[in-house]
């Protein structure tokens, strides 16, 4: 595959990664994998909320939620994007959480890779022409409550009742506005409870397209001695192919928690594609890593694969 890092800066053409899915499904933390294999110096990312045309207080009078499109100025985002393409700075707008308000806008420079997320980011033609990999994140509604609300009575200050009832009111739209977009997804990762028992363990499925062109291999082994007399965990690896809305996929389940030693040689492998010095990706003190991990190498190797097609031809 070669280095990655100076593909992409040779090029001289912006990468737009779309990550699409409702509030809380976890788009920040699957795709945190790229910006750390590929190197924050490279990517850079914002959120679709900056993009919102009402704040909170007028979206409560108006009886709408952000997941209707109407709610947000996905106009001004398909021009902002259009100019980050040529490698223009944007003033991007600036939505804050907190105060549920806008604060004024801030210059925003394009990298050679940009990350976009947010409720919306395929919901137009237009869009979905400028944004170059396309990722739809599809937790079950039990682990999508629990993280939505971790996050924004933890994070954000939200009384844990509005979030709850915020929730119940945003559903319709959700189905309405927002899951469609998978269909236009060159990834959607569908994330389960586990069927372990433990803490932090889910069952990660990735429906992928199959790819146009043969992909480098990328050497995952697992070693039978290991498992009988290192491992402690449980995990479980499939692979499976479908129809998924029309198009052929490929399909990767895993689930439980991968030791150390197999996941470390994930990493490496897919770091020495990327030309990025070695990083600490797993925690010293951690011996295993679960699903949601895996995904996220996975992810960023699907998304160097796919790029670098592009490019090449």
Not at 114 to 133: A, V, W
Request: charged letters at 35%; proline letters at 5%; aromatic letters at 10%.
């Amino acid at each position: 595959m070669g280095n990655f890092r100076n593909l992409i800066r040779e090029s001289e053409r912006i990468i737009i990664i779309g990550v699409a899915g409702d509030s809380g499904s976890g788009k920040t933390t699957l795709t945190r994998g790229i910006r750390e294999l590929i190197g924050e110096d490279i990517v850079s990312s914002f959120s679709l909320d900056d993009y919102h045309s009402l704040d909170r207080e007028e979206r409560k009078r108006a009886g709408i939620t952000p997941l209707n499109p109407e709610a947000n100025r996905l106009d001004l985002l398909e021009e902002h994007l259009a100019l980050l393409k040529e490698g223009k700075t944007i003033q991007k707008p600036v939505y804050n959480h907190k105060t549920g308000k806008f604060d004024p806008p801030v210059p925003f420079s394009p990298t050679p890779i940009i990350i976009i997320e947010g409720l919306h980011p395929f919901y137009t033609k237009k869009l979905r022409e400028l944004i170059d990999f396309k990722v739809f994140i599809d937790p079950s509604r039990g682990i999508k409550r629990k993280w939505k609300i971790k996050r924004d009575v933890e994070e954000r200050g939200y009384k844990r009742e509005d979030v709850e009832h915020e929730m119940m009111i945003r559903e319709p739209d959700y189905k309405q506005y927002i899951d469609f977009q998978k269909i236009y997804a060159d990834v959607v990762i569908k994330i389960y409870p586990s069927q372990f028992r433990g803490e932090e363990l889910y069952q990660v499925k990735m429906i992928q397209r199959k790819l146009e062109a043969p992909a480098p291999s990328i050497e995952f082994s697992l070693s039978i001695a290991s498992m009988l007399s290192l491992s402690e965990r449980n995990f479980m690896i499939r692979y499976e192919t479908d129809i998924y809305y029309a198009k052929r996929v490929g399909i990767l389940v895993f689930d439980g928690e991968l030791e150390r030693e197999m996941f470390q040689r994930l990493i490496e492998t897919i770091v020495e594609y990327t030309g990025k010095e070695k990083i600490p990706f797993l925690p010293p003190e951690k011996d295993y890593a679960n699903a949601i991990s895996l995904a996220q190498l996975l992810l960023c190797w699907r998304f160097m694969e796919e790029i670098k097609e592009k490019l090449e031809k």
